[in-house]
Every structure is written in C-alpha cells, then in structure tokens.
C-alpha cells in the first residue's frame, strides 16, 4: 500500500526505522520525516486515481499506512476548491481561489492529520494519546482516536474558543484546561508522557505522521488544478506544518513524475499581529524563530508562540520566494465579514488572517493581476461563534413590519 521506506532528521537528516515507536532525532531533538521510495512509486499510474473514492487515501502510494485495515476514517472527502470573483474583486485579487477545509469531519483541516496520525498510531500499536493543542487539533484528534478506540488526553490553553472545548470533550476525550498558550499545555504533555510510558506524545511534528495527513492538501490541490501549481499559496501558520507538508508533498509529486518540473508555488505564512513569531524571523533573515511573549489573537489555530518546525516553514518561504505576513485583528474581522457578504462562506478567523494578507500583498504589487492566489480557510467559521461578524438581529414587536430599505 504505501512506498515508506524510512524516517529522516529534519534537520541532520539522521535515519530511522519507520517500523517502530518514533518520536524527535535523537541527536538533536528535530522533527522526524517520512521517506518514500519515489523511484519505485514513479511507474503508477497517475490517471488510475480517476477510478479511487475521492478521499485524502485515494494518495495511499506516498502515505505512511502498510496494512489497509489499519485505516481511521471518518468519511474525510476532497474539499472544495471555490473561485470567488465577487471576494476577489473586494480584495483587489482577481485570480482568487479559496481552498475550504472546514468541511472536513470535526470541522478543520486538522482532520487530515489525525486521520493518517492515528491509523499510523494504531498500526504501531499505540492505545494511548496525549497532545497540546491550540484547538482544532485537539477536537481531530479525539474523534479519530475514539474511532480507533484509543484514549486521548487533550490540553489547551483556557482562552481557546469554547465550541471547541466541547467539541473535543464530546468525542470522550480527556479535556484539561491551562493558563497561558499552547505552549504551556506543550510542558503539561511532556510531563504527562514521561510519567507514562504507554501514553504516546502526539504534539506537532513530534510524531512524524501527522505533516503526512496535511500533505494531501497539496496532492488535492495540484490535481483539482490540473496537475499545475498556482502561482501563490497563502497559508495561516502557527505550528506551519500544513505549509511545510504542501512544500513537501510537492517536491514528491516532482520526483515521481506527477507534477512537471518548474518554480513555484510562492508561499506565504500567514500570522496575527498579536502572534508573528515567523514574520518577525523571515523580516530579521533567522533560521528560526524566538518565543513569542504573550501571545495574543482571535485566531487561536495561530496563536502559536514558537513552532517547532519553524524552521522548516523558514527554510520553504526562502526556497520558494515567498514571504511571511502579519495582520490586524480589524483586517481579520473585516476579511471574515466580505467573505460571508460577498461570497456566502463562514470562514474562520485564520482564514480570514489569509485574506487580509492577501489584499495587502495584492496592494503592495507582491501579487500580480492575473497570478492565481489560492487562499486555505483551515476551518468552519461556526467553531469560533465568537468571531462570526455581521449586524446584530433587529427586535421586532409583535404586529411590526419589516423596515423599508
């Protein structure tokens, strides 16, 4: 089923046996990598896809799974890819494209990473769950792991939103609740799976499979596209791992032969001003970024304060010539209200962080006119009910028309 060959040092390129329990390099601590046989995989046949249910495991050639039955599904589907002329024009990027993840099960992209996490999990015999999350990842997470019949224990920062609080817990996951960011539930985790051998840490990238669920955002995107990139991708990065998984599934599709030789797409990582730990680094020409203190935004998917890839999303924005942006809290509030009066979408405020940055590149000549911009709304703008923008509702009294235009 798959060409998984071996796991790869992010950082030293150290190699690992892909058949047991991994977690970081162990000589300097970087995020572990999937490796394919790409040579091998390179005689499929692309079109053969045409005829596979269109889920994210129709790309089961260049995912980590080897046993078939070993599948956690939830019914995930390929998501729309929407042009949206009326938003576009509003933003003055006319090329625009929006790529939907909210509808994925529990409502995030995050769904792809816990689809292949977790049937990677169960395949290695993994019974127990513990990750940090800023939200949406806790919610996939859990309702993965209760179709796998795992035990999954999930701590967020208090200010997450509370939808998403529920969310998690009804999936019958253990839900614990911290001061601070994701990184003091980060420290939580820690503790917990080296007080307990059987609990499995599955924070961001530090368990290898998950990137390899957020990767199919990429096969989708180029097959929807007619096996082409576009000419920019604007992706909200906190952890950056859908960035740098897009960035990787590309370069997979080059080697095999799927997807033609050539530049592009320009990548650009998204933050909030409140939280642009990568920004500040790409403006500075860091390798990596520094902790962000107090870490403050309604888009809580990026209110992360330093990733651990980070240096993987740094190294992807240079390599591609793309570029890292900030927002406002009032660019992202207005971006969120145009997309739902223009174009009848419910966007989460990460999504909306993506737009904002998409105008403003668009006004600074950074994207062209006649570039195609695919923007990614991680999520369903319902599991943040707090943000949703628009006029409060009008009190009629009883007997009262509608008033006149």
């Known amino acids: 089923m798959s060409g998984l060959t071996h796991l790869e040092c992010g950082r030293c390129t150290a ?62 589907p390929m998501t729309p890819l929407d042009r949206v002329p009326r938003l576009g024009a509003a933003l003055g990027v006319p090329g625009l494209l929006i790529k939907d993840e909210g509808l994925l099960p529990t409502g995030s992209f995050k769904a792809r ?3 292949v996490g977790v ?11 513990a990750l940090p999350t800023a939200g949406n990842a806790g919610a996939a997470w859990a309702a993965y792991g209760a179709r796998a019949g795992m035990r999954v224990s999930v701590v967020m920062p208090e200010s997450t939103p509370a939808v998403i609080k529920r969310e998690a817990a009804s999936y019958g996951a253990r839900v614990y609740l911290v001061p601070g960011s994701i990184a ?78 050539g530049r592009g797409p320009r990548f650009v990582a998204v933050q909030a001003t409140g939280c642009a730990p990568i920004v500040k680094a790409f403006a500075e020409g860091a390798l990596e970024s520094v902790l962000w203190p107090d870490p403050v935004t309604m888009a809580a998917g990026i209110r992360v304060p330093k990733a651990l890839g980070d240096f993987l ?26 997309a739902g009066e223009r174009e009848g979408l419910c966007v989460c405020p990460e999504g909306g962080a993506a737009l904002a940055a998409a105008r403003r590149l668009a006004r600074e000549g950074w ?39």
């Open 113 to 115: 990473g816990a689809a």
């Open 367 to 405: 994207i062209g006119q006649g570039e195609d911009v695919v923007v990614f709304n991680t999520g369903s703008g319902l599991l943040y009910a707090e943000s949703l923008q628009g006029a409060a509702p009008v009190r009629l009294a009883a007997g009262d028309d509608l008033p006149a235009d």
């Open 119 to 129: 049937s990677r999990a169960r395949e290695l015999g993994i019974t127990a769950l």
């Open 15 to 76: 190699r690992y046996d892909h058949r047991t329990r991994a977690q970081l390099c162990t000589a300097d601590g970087g995020p572990l990598l999937a490796r394919y046989d790409l040579a091998a995989i390179s005689a499929s046949d692309r079109d053969a896809l045409a005829a596979r249910p269109e889920t994210l495991w129709r790309y089961r050639e260049i995912l980590p799974l080897d046993r078939p039955d070993d599948v956690v599904s939830l019914g995930e």
């Open 184 to 261: 003091d539930a980060g420290a939580v985790v820690r503790r917990a799976c080296a007080a307990d051998p059987d609990l499995y840490d599955a924070s961001t990238l530090k368990e290898p499979y998950r990137i390899e669920g957020k990767k199919t955002m990429g096969f989708e995107l180029v097959e929807q596209l007619g096996w082409r990139v576009p000419d920019v991708i604007l992706y909200p990065a906190g952890g950056g791992v859908g960035l740098v998984g897009m960035w990787k599934a590309f370069a997979e599709l080059r080697a095999i032969g799927w997807l033609a030789a």
């Open 313 to 338: 999303v740094l190294r992807a924005l240079r390599e591609s010539s793309g570029t890292a942006v900030a927002v406002s809290e009032e660019e992202i509030a207005e971006a969120l209200w145009l």
